[in-house]
C-alpha cells in the first residue's frame, strides 16, 4: 500500500487562490464551501518585503486528532493513508473540527456533513482534465506521490528541500512544505 | 454542441454505494462507504474547447460538463497565453452562467425605474425606431475591453453612419497603442521564456499576469536569471521575483531615464542595433544623457546604486533580457507622463537590441487580412461614416482607432447623444467619477444596455437586453499571437440556461433588419468564421472542436529584425508626431499632475488578481474570495499610517472633490508611503447583483475624469484623497 | 479567513442542560441523605434532571444537522470508544434511563431504590464531568485543554441542580426550603469555589500560550467582556454569594424563613441559572485556537 502525500513549496505560491477555486469546481461546491484556506505573512520592512503564502486544508495526519474524536467513526483512514469521510455515517457533530489543529474541516450546508480535502488529486492520472489544486496551479506550487516509495518525485523533493510538515510531528501530517 | 462524450471508466463503478453523494469505496476496501464531496458516477461527461471571458486575453480553456451541467475548467495546453492553466479569475468567472441574478428576459423602463418583461419583438422593434429618428451622430455605442462580438458591433455602427463607436481604451491601453503605433509601427511581446533578466515594471496594476508567465518568470530565475519588480505596489507576482524595488507611484518615467542615461552615459547599450534600427538616435541620447542615476534616485526614492545595478544587470544580459510593459496598466493610462513612460519602455528594450532575441522582446506575427478576404455578395461592404466620433482630434496623440469614452460622457452632459446602446459596458461602475457619470447617463435620451446581470448602468437604461453568457455560444474566430500564434474560437459549453437570451451578434443582427440595414447582415456566424479560417489557413472544424489552431506562416523566427512600420521605418528615437503632438521629439522628464503629503495621498489602484474591472464580481465563488480574504480593504503603508496614528483594520474616510468613501484600512509593507489602494471591483450599487452588493467602496467614485493632453489617456492615478480615520 | 466558533448557543444549552439535569438529580440524592423529610423537593430534583437532559438532548441534535436529516446514523455514535463524545452518549444514555425510572418511580410514589439512586448519582457526575471532558480533550484550544475545566464544569453544574431544586422549592415547598439548611450552605459554597475556579482558568489559560491569553483577553476585556463580567461574574457568581451571605450570615432566622427572604433567595438561584449558562456559553465561543501555521 502506497502512503500517500503532498509537498506545497510556497516559496513558488503567488497566492492567486486558483487551488481553491478548481477544488471548488472539481468538487461540485457551493461558493463558501472551500477546503483550502490561504494564511498570508509579510516579512521584512521596506525596502526589504517579502510576502509569504500558506495554502492549508487537510493534512492527512497519520495521529489524526479528527478520527480519534469521532463518535460515530464516520472519519477514517484507508490503507494508502488518506484521511477519508464517510459521509453517510456523519452525524455532523463537528466534534472534528473542534479537534482539528489545522481548522482543516468545514460543514457542508447543504447536507450538514463535514467535509474535507481527500485527496481527490489521486485520481487525476486516471482521469483526463482534473481540475485539482495540484494540476490547476500555475505556478507548480504542489507535488503529490507516494511518501513510502523513495524513488517518488515528492520523496525526493522532500529529501532536496528540506521540507517539514507545518507543525513539525505535532500530528504526523503528511503535507511537506517548502518555505 | 459539446463533442466527445465519455462516461466515467470501469474504475469508478467498483465499490459504489447508493446515494447522493456516492463515491469512491476506498481502493482496496471492503465494505461500502460515501464520501463527502464525491463526483458521483454513471454520469454522462462532456468536453468542450472554448475560450475564458474572466478577461481580454481570451485564453484558450477546456470545459468538462456533468450531465449537460458545468464542471471543470483547465487551460489549453497548446495555447499560448495559458500553457494548460487558467487563472483563478478564469477559473471561477465560469460561475456567472448559473447565476440567479442573470436577466432572462429583455426588460422596459417604464421611466419610474421599474422594469418589465417585454417580448424581443417588441423590444427591437422600439428601439429600432429610436435608432432611426436619431441623427446617427447622435448615435452611441458603448463595449468593455473584451468587446464581445466586435465585428458585428462596429460593423452596425458603421453601417449606421455613426462613428461613435467606444471602449474603454483611454481607461486602460490608450498611451501603449499611442507609444507602439508612432514609435515602432509593430507590436512587442515578452519571451520570459529564455530570458536572464527581467524588470517587471507596473504588475500591480494588472495583477492577473497571463497563466503561462508565471511558469515562464519561475524557470527565467531556475535557469539562474534574474527578476526585478518595479513598482509602488508589491504584486502577488512579486514572491517569484528577486527583489521588489519600491518607485515612488509616478515616477516610473524617471526611473526609465535614469537606466537609460546610465546606459548612455557608460556606453552599455547595443550601438550596432540602434544605429541600424533607430533614426534620430543622436538627439536623443543628448536629451536622455542628461538624466542619470544619481537624478532618478532623487526622483523615485529608489538608491541611486540600485538603478546603476538595474541597468548594468540589463546590459550583462542584454539582448536576453527586457523591461516589461504591462497592457491594462499603469503606464498606459496612470499618470501625465504615461504617454512618455510608455516610450521609454520602448525605446530602453531598444537600447538592449533585445528585439526579436530569445528572453527579449519578440514581434510575433499574425495573419493578414484584408477586404479582399471577404466575399462582397455576401458581407456586403459597409463604408466608413462620413463624420468623426465624438471626441475625436481633441487628443493629437491618441490612437486613431480608438474613441475616447470620456469624451463621450462629456458630450452625453451637453446633451449630444440621443441614443446609447451599452454592450457589456457599465460606465456608472467602471468609468471614473462615478456620480458625474451617472448624471451624464441620466442626459441621454435613449439607453440600451445589454448584458448578463443587472449592472448600475441596466438600472438606468430604457431597454435590458439579457445576454447569453460566454459558456452557452460560439464566437468570431481570433488570434492569439505569440512566438507560434494561434488561430482561437469560443465555442458553446453548455445548452443556453435561459431560453430567452441571446448573444451579442444575433442581438446586433435582429437590430440591424429592424433598423432596415440587414443586407449587411445577410451572412451567419458560421460563414463568418469560414472567412477567417479560409484567411488564416486553418479548420473550422479543428477550433470547433480543439478551440485554437496553429495559423501557417506565423511562426516568428528570433533574431530576424522586425519590419517597422513607422513614418520613417525605423525605431523612432526621435519622433516627429510626439513633437507635433504636443511632447518634445525625444523623451524628457514630465512631472506627474499631484503630489501627496500628509493626509493627502495618491489614489492608486489595480486589478486584483481574481477580479477584473466590476464584473466578475457576479461570479459567487469570486465574489466570496473577496469577501472571505476582506480583499475591499484600502492599503496603506506602515510607515504613513503610523504617522497618521491609523492602525490595521481601522476604518477610515476617503474623500476628495469627486466623492467620498469608507473602507477598512490594510497597513502594509507592500506599498509606497505617498500613496494607497483602493480596489478597483468593489461597491456594488445594484441590489440585483446579490453576490456584489454591498460589497467595499467604490474606487471610481473618487477618480477624477481627466486627461492626458497629448494622448487623451484618463490618468486615473492623478488623484489625490484625503484620508480620515472614521470615528477618530 | 477569520476563523469562527465551531459550535455555538445551541451547544452551550445542551453542556448547561445535561450539567443541569445531572447536578438535580445529585441534589435528590444528596437530599435523601441529609433531609429524608423533603420528599417534595427530592422530587423535583428527580423530575427536573431528565426533561433538562432530554431538552439538551434534542438541542444537541438539532446542531448535528447531518445526523437530524438521517436519525438512523446516531445509532453508529457508539462506535468509537476512542472518542469522549462516545463515552460521553453511554453516560448519557444510562443517566436517562436511571432518571427517567426515579422519576416514574417517584411519581407513582413508590420508594426508588437507594442503590438506584446511588448509582444514578455516579453516573451524574459522570455526566457532569463529561460536559467539560468533551471541550477538555480538543487540544488546540487552550481554554479547553486544561484539567481545570471538567473540574468546573462539574461544580457549575452541582450549583445550577441545586439551584433549579431550590427555585422548586421556593416555588411549591416552603416549608422543606427553610429546612434544608444542609443543603443550601453546600450551594452557598459552590459559587465561591466555581469563582475560583474560573479565576484559576483565566490566569493560567492566558500564560498557556497566544491563543490562551487572546481567549482570555475576549473574555476579560474583549468581545465578551459584557457578558463576562455582568452575565458570568455579577449575576452568576457575585450576586448569589453576597445574598446568600446575607440570608445566612446576617439576618434573623425570622426573616430567613420569611416569603421575602424565600424570594431573595429565588433571585439568587436564578443568578446561579443565568451564570451556568453563560459559563458554557462563554467557554464555547471564547475560545480561540492555537496557531500552527506562522
Known sequence: ?179 | MPSSALTRRSFFAAGAAAGAAVAFGGVGVGGRRSEAFAWGEDHVVEYAATTCDGCGNKCGMGAWTQDGALWRFMGLEDHPFAHGHLCVRGLGYTAVAYSEDRLTTPLKNDGQGNFSAVSWDEAIVDIAARIKEAEPSRVALFQDSRATDQYYTQRFMNALGSANYYTDTVLTDMDILTGITNILGVFPAPHAEGSKYIVLLDKSYYEGVRPAETEEVIRVRENGGKVVVVDPRLPSIGALADEWVCVRPGFELAFLLGVMGHLLNNDLYDKAFVEANGTGFEAFAESVRSYDAAWASGKTGIPEAKIAEIAEGLAAAAPHCYVDMQWAGTVGSGYRNSAETVRCIILLNAMLGNFNQEGGWVFPLGPWVDDSAFDPTVFKPVGYPQSYAIGAGVHPLAYMYANDCQAAMAAAAEGALDVALFFGSNPLADYPQAAMTAQDVEKIGFKVVVDSFMTETAKTADYVLPETTYLERRGIVGTATAPATVATLRNPVIDQVHPETKPTYRIIVDLAEACGLGEYFSFTLDQLNETYCAAYGVSYDALKSDGLAPIPGCELEFGNVPAFATKSGKIEFACEAYATGGMSAVPAWIEPAVSASGESLRLITGDQVFQSKTYTMASDKLAQLAKDFEADRVWMATSRAAELGIEDGDVVELSNDSGSVQAKVRVTGRIHPDAVYLPPHYGCESEEIRAAFGFGASHKALVTRQAEPESGSGMLQEVLVNVKKVGA | ?294
Open chain 3, 1 to 294: 479567513m477569520s476563523i469562527e466558533p465551531v459550535w455555538g448557543a445551541p451547544i452551550a444549552w445542551y453542556l448547561f442542560l445535561a450539567g443541569l439535569g445531572a447536578g438535580a438529580y445529585i441534589t435528590s440524592a444528596f437530599l435523601r441523605w441529609r433531609h429524608p423529610e423533603a420528599c417534595g423537593m427530592r422530587l423535583a430534583g428527580h423530575v427536573i434532571a431528565p426533561i433538562a437532559v432530554a431538552i439538551g438532548l434534542v438541542l444537541l441534535m438539532v446542531d448535528a444537522e447531518a445526523g437530524l436529516h438521517n436519525p438512523l446514523r446516531f445509532a453508529l455514535l457508539l462506535s468509537n470508544f476512542g472518542s469522549v463524545m462516545t463515552w460521553g452518549v453511554v453516560f448519557l444514555s444510562v443517566f436517562m434511563a436511571v432518571a427517567l425510572i426515579t422519576a416514574a418511580l417517584d411519581l407513582m410514589k413508590k420508594k426508588v431504590p437507594g442503590w438506584l439512586e446511588m448509582a444514578g448519582a455516579v453516573v451524574a457526575l459522570c455526566v457532569a464531568a463529561y460536559t467539560g471532558a468533551l471541550l477538555g480533550v480538543c487540544n488546540t484550544y487552550p481554554l479547553w485543554n486544561n484539567a481545570l475545566l471538567p473540574v468546573l464544569f462539574t461544580v457549575s453544574a452541582l450549583s445550577a441542580g441545586a439551584a433549579s431544586v431550590l427555585l422548586a422549592a421556593v416555588v411549591r415547598h416552603a416549608d422543606e426550603f427553610n429546612k434544608a439548611g444542609v443543603l443550601k450552605k453546600f450551594h452557598f459554597c459552590l459559587p465561591i469555589i466555581e469563582m475560583l475556579l474560573v479565576a484559576s482558568l483565566c490566569f493560567i489559560t492566558a500564560f498557556n500560550s497566544t491563543a490562551g491569553f487572546e481567549s482570555v483577553a475576549s473574555l476579560v476585556a474583549g468581545e465578551w467582556a459584557v457578558w463576562f463580567w455582568l452575565g458570568l461574574v455579577f449575576v452568576g457568581l457575585i450576586l448569589p454569594t453576597v445574598l446568600e451571605t446575607w440570608l445566612l450570615f446576617f439576618t434573623s432566622k425570622e426573616f430567613e424563613e420569611s416569603r421575602k427572604a424565600h424570594w431573595i433567595s429565588f433571585a439568587s438561584d436564578a443568578g446561579v441559572l443565568v451564570g451556568g449558562f453563560m459559563l458554557r456559553y462563554l467557554v464555547v465561543m471564547a475560545a480561540v485556537p492555537l496557531t500552527f501555521v506562522m
Open chain 1, 1 to 179: 500500500m502506497a502512503r500517500y502525500g503532498m509537498l506545497i513549496d510556497t516559496t513558488r505560491c503567488i497566492g492567486c487562490y486558483a487551488c481553491r477555486i478548481a477544488c471548488q469546481n472539481q468538487n461540485h461546491l457551493p461558493a463558501d464551501v472551500s477546503l483550502i484556506d490561504f494564511h498570508e505573512f509579510e516579512r521584512g520592512a521596506q525596502p526589504c518585503v517579502r510576502v509569504e503564502t500558506v495554502p492549508t486544508q487537510c493534512m492527512h495526519c497519520e495521529d489524526a486528532p479528527c478520527q480519534a474524536v469521532c463518535p460515530t467513526a464516520a472519519t477514517y483512514t484507508d490503507p494508502d493513508g488518506i484521511v477519508r469521510i464517510d459521509s453517510e455515517k456523519c452525524i455532523g457533530c463537528k466534534y472534528c473540527m473542534a479537534a482539528c489543529p489545522y481548522q482543516a474541516r468545514v460543514v457542508d450546508h447543504r447536507t450538514g456533513v463535514v467535509g474535507k480535502c481527500r485527496f481527490c488529486t489521486l485520481y487525476a492520472p486516471l482521469e483526463e482534465g482534473m481540475s485539482t489544486c495540484l494540476t490547476a496551479c500555475p505556478a507548480g506550487v504542489r507535488m503529490f506521490g507516494d511518501l513510502d516509495d523513495p524513488e517518488s518525485d515528492i520523496s525526493k523533493r522532500i529529501v532536496e528541500t528540506n521540507a517539514q510538515p507545518i507543525a513539525g510531528d505535532l500530528t504526523k501530517s503528511k503535507i511537506y512544505y517548502v518555505r
